[in-house]
């Protein structure tokens, strides 16, 4: 007789696919027994999920120590982060080699690579425990973490952006100094809704709707006019979206804009990454993404190449 096969949980599966140590490269699965994840986020090559308990589990690669297990031994199991467990964990980011958790309590902790200060720790030393950056207090209640190539910002509930790590393209919003190991304030005068690090731009959301892109200026990836990319290093507007943006996602060469009534996208496109169709190889200007037009999507996210987006009825859709 065989095996008998495993009947998939209804909720709290979690599906992995592509290049992965996790499943020899093949599309897997997996859940918890007695618990649910509720947050996920993929790095270059590793995972932070954490669950309905408040727990921190992470796999993946760890020449830096990002998984913050306190070794740098590649992890292919979901394993949880003992140090942290009498925290209640609620938010992660994964950048390349670098990952970034907070804690219901308003504490950020930072674990992994640091060549450019991307930990916030005051150092450039990688880490491969995680370490609290001290800048934040109870007083910053987070609402959302990102992280980039060597970049790494948070979002407070009550719209201010901090950032820290990597400048060499301005991706952090500083016009004259290439990095910087302390999180800074990113302001524009107005309160800040959604952050999003890709590889070397970034791209915030305001409460008002409008979309802002920094960082390298290069494949139209900012969205902005020529005339504008000279002042790349600092957060500008980007003009030709009609509908106010609610989120924006950031890929290696790309950007995608979720508004109230669809998703443009912009930058390079050799891969298929922005949804226009086969010969769209780079636009600088916002483009909606027609095949999608009659789905009510509620969550965009891009790796470095690709994009995925979540529709209401909780399908998901990959580009």
């Known amino acids: 007789m065989g095996e008998p096969e495993e009947v998939v949980p209804d909720s709290g599966a979690v599906f992995t696919f592509g290049k992965t140590k996790f499943a020899e490269n093949n599309p897997s699965k997996f859940w918890f027994k007695n618990d649910m994840p509720i947050y996920l986020s993929c790095g270059d090559e590793h995972t932070a999920i954490i669950t309905g308990n408040n727990k921190l589990f992470m796999f993946g690669s760890n020449n830096w120590g990002q998984l913050g297990l306190g070794s740098k031994s590649t992890v292919n199991k979901p394993t949880c982060v003992k140090a942290l467990k009498l925290e209640k964990m609620k938010f992660a980011a994964c ?22 200060g991307q930990l916030g720790l005051g150092d450039t030393e990688e880490r491969n425990t995680f370490h609290l ?107 030709g979206i009609p ?23 912009f930058g390079l496109g050799q891969f298929g990454q ?16 027609e095949n999608i037009k009659d789905k009510k999507i509620s969550y965009v996210c891009c790796g470095e190449n690709h994009t995925a987006l979540i529709t209401v009825s909780a399908t998901m859709n990959l580009i």
């Not at 950048?95 to 450019?116: D, F, I, P, Q, W």
């Not at 509908?243 to 996208?265: D, F, N, P, R, S």
């Not at 190889?281 to 993404?289: H, L």
């Open 95 to 116: 950048g390349r080699n670098h990952t970034l958790v907070s804690t219901e309590g308003g504490k950020v902790y930072a674990a992994g690579g640091n060549t450019e």
């Open 133 to 239: 950056i001290s800048f934040f207090t109870s007083q910053h209640k987070i609402k959302q973490l990102s992280a980039g190539s060597n970049t790494s910002a948070a979002l407070t509930e009550d719209g201010e952006l901090f950032m820290w790590g990597d400048n060499s393209e301005g991706q952090i919003g500083l016009q004259n100094i290439t990095s910087i190991c302390v999180p800074h304030q990113v302001t524009i005068g107005k309160p800040i809704s959604w952050i999003s690090c890709g590889y070397y731009h970034s791209a915030f959301v305001t409460t008002e709707g409008e979309l802002y892109t920094f960082g390298e200026p290069e494949y139209g990836k900012l969205g902005l006019p020529e005339k504008l990319l000279i002042n790349h290093k600092v957060p500008q507007l980007v003009p």
């Open 243 to 265: 509908q106010k943006v609610i989120q924006v996602a950031c890929g290696g060469g790309h950007t995608v804009a979720l508004t109230e009534k669809a998703v443009y996208t």
């Open 274 to 289: 922005l949804g226009l169709g086969t010969f769209i190889f780079e636009t600088s200007e916002p483009k909606a993404v």
